[in-house]
């Protein structure tokens, strides 16, 4: 059974940081690219960042590009996204998210429960 | 602004259909394939239709989805009570190098 299990959430003040991590299990974590989406309270749903199965590539939406790096540690089949910079706009629920295929085709077939970031003076 | 957009809202009693539209650009849905989720408050949101029309399994055939040129639809038939929920599209723009959703759909049973 595909598992996703999110950490790191919290509050903290603007211009600070966080470093969420989601461990997976299930699946061969290192063939799938994986990535991040967030809900912002009473808003749709956001693409993040997402990164390849090696982490050879990564990519970011604009509104989080320079303060927000997506890594993974196979090893440990977990999926890191640091957040620097943090501003009040980011307040969210963010959620991890397995990319549905091999070849990248954007799709998420699993999804974790997500952890909520609030930033907050 | 979502860079697709969706209807913000549709209705339909049970047991009726009800489609929702996302409409993109060349850039997105034009090349690439779409996605769509079905997300009650809460929890984590739910793939219904990948590739454009495939469902994963243990989606029932209920759930439809198409594409055409540059905009793609959602459609449910038999509609449940069950089935009040947010409805996201999403895909890969290739001109921001990003995935994109649309706005969301809220779907009521009437």
């Known amino acids: 059974e595909v598992q996703l299990l999110e950490s790191g959430g919290g509050s903290v003040q603007p211009g600070g940081s966080l470093r969420l991590s989601c461990v997976a299990s299930?699946?061969?974590?290192?063939?799938?690219?994986m990535n991040w989406v967030r809900q912002a309270p009473g808003k749709g749903l956001e693409w993040v960042s997402g990164i390849s199965g090696t982490g050879n590539s990564a990519y970011y939406a604009d509104s989080v590009k320079g303060r927000f790096t997506i890594s993974r540690d196979n090893s440990k089949k977990t999926l890191y996204l640091q957040m620097n910079s943090l501003r009040v706009e980011d307040t969210a629920v963010y959620y991890c998210?397995?990319?549905?295929?091999?070849?990248?085709?954007?799709?998420?077939?699993?999804w974790g429960q997500g952890t909520l970031v609030t930033v907050s003076s | 602004q979502s860079v697709l957009t969706q209807p913000p809202s549709v209705s339909a009693a049970p047991g009726q259909k009800v489609t929702i539209s996302c409409s993109g650009s060349?850039?997105?849905?034009?090349?690439?394939?779409v996605s769509w989720y079905q997300h009650l408050p809460g929890t984590a949101p739910k793939l219904l239709i990948y590739d454009s029309n495939k469902r994963p399994s243990g989606i029932p055939d209920r759930f439809s989805g198409s594409k055409s040129g540059t905009s793609a639809t959602l459609g449910i038939t038999g509609l449940q009570t069950g089935d009040e929920a947010d409805y996201y599209c999403?895909?890969?723009?290739?001109?921001?190098?990003?995935?994109?959703f649309g706005g969301g759909t809220k779907l009521t049973v009437l």
């Open positions: 299930g699946f061969t974590f290192d063939t799938y690219a």
């Open positions: 999403g895909t890969w723009d290739n001109s921001l190098s990003a995935g994109v």
């Open positions: 998210a397995k990319e549905g295929s091999i070849s990248w085709n954007y799709y998420f077939d699993y």
């Open positions: 060349s850039s997105n849905i034009g090349n690439n394939d």
